[in-house]
């Protein structure tokens, strides 16, 4: 449990070092002929290690996150890989923008919690 928390953390800080690395323009990342399939991986990833997470029946771990986040992050997944190339940039803007970074905390409290 712990091994995919820290993974999904992983995932969060390579697309968090994607965008810097697009001198921190979220569009240009979502835009860049790299970053853009990175990024899209990375969370399609992101939201399998959930997946993970509850086919393994850790439910006193996924119930630290808000029942909204998670259905978000499936929703992201699927979007993304049943429609790829009609992937709406501005939704993901706001994904990369507004859910990633609180998912980041909550999942530094936990694993904090968990040491």
């Known amino acids: 449990m712990k091994n995919r928390l820290n993974l999904i953390y992983s995932k969060i800080e390579d697309i968090e070092y994607f965008i810097?690395?697009?001198?921190?323009k979220i569009?240009?990342?979502l835009q860049d002929r790299v970053y853009r399939p990175a990024t899209r991986m990375q969370l399609i990833s992101i939201a399998e290690?959930?997946?993970k997470l509850k086919e393994e029946n850790e439910l006193e771990i996924l119930s630290k996150f808000e029942k909204t986040d998670l259905?978000?992050?499936?929703?992201?997944?699927?979007?993304?890989?049943h429609d790829y190339d009609?992937?709406?940039d501005e939704i993901l803007e706001?994904?990369?923008r507004v859910h990633l970074p609180k998912l980041k905390k909550d999942i530094a409290i936990i694993i904090?919690?968990?040491?």
């Not at 810097?20 to 921190?24: A, E, F, L, P």
């Open 112 to 115: 904090k919690e968990e040491n």
């Open 27 to 29: 569009m240009t990342t």
């Open 86 to 88: 009609s992937v709406d």
């Open 20 to 24: 810097h690395k697009c001198d921190g």
């Open 49 to 51: 290690q959930f997946n």
């Open 71 to 81: 259905r978000g992050i499936n929703a992201v997944r699927n979007f993304i890989a």
């Open 94 to 96: 706001i994904v990369l």
